[in-house]
Nanobody, 124 residues
Framework: QVQLVESGGGSVQTGGSLTLSCAASGLSSTEKCMGWFRQAPGQEREGVAQ????????YYADSVKGRFTISQNYRQNTVYLRMNNPRPDDTSMYFC?????????????????WGQGTQVTVSS
């Protein structure tokens, strides 16, 4: 049974930082693509960043490039999203997602496994 458990959400002010964590278990694939997505009320779920566990190669959405960093602790099967200098429009529910094998395009349809989400609220 695949489980993705997010943690680390909360409230943060602009100019601050926040780190989200995603602990993965039950995935049979040795290497996988781990993604972070977000969804605000009334909006579609959008991709934020993804990482291929085999090489730690990463991809970022333009909206977060240079501000957010995705990383992993390979041994602990944990992926992180470091949010530096967040903005109020980063306020959203953040979801961790996983797919076996290589990463492709950062779209929700490419990820079969999802966590429950963690709320991030950014105030100015």
């Amino acid at each position: 049974q695949v489980q993705l458990v997010e943690s680390g959400g909360g409230s943060v002010q602009t100019g601050g930082s926040l780190t989200l964590s995603c602990a993965a278990s039950g995935l049979s694939s040795t290497e996988k693509c781990m993604g972070w997505f977000r969804q605000a009320p009334g909006q579609e779920r959008e991709g934020v960043a993804q990482l291929y566990t085999g090489t730690s190669s990463t991809y970022y959405a333009d909206s977060v490039k240079g501000r957010f960093t995705i990383s992993q602790n390979y041994r602990q099967n944990t992926v992180y999203l470091r949010m530096n200098n967040p903005r109020p429009d980063d306020t959203s529910m953040y979801f961790c997602a996983a797919a076996p094998g290589y990463c492709s395009v950062l779209l929700p349809s490419k990820f079969p496994f999802w966590g429950q989400g963690t709320q991030v609220t950014v105030s100015s």
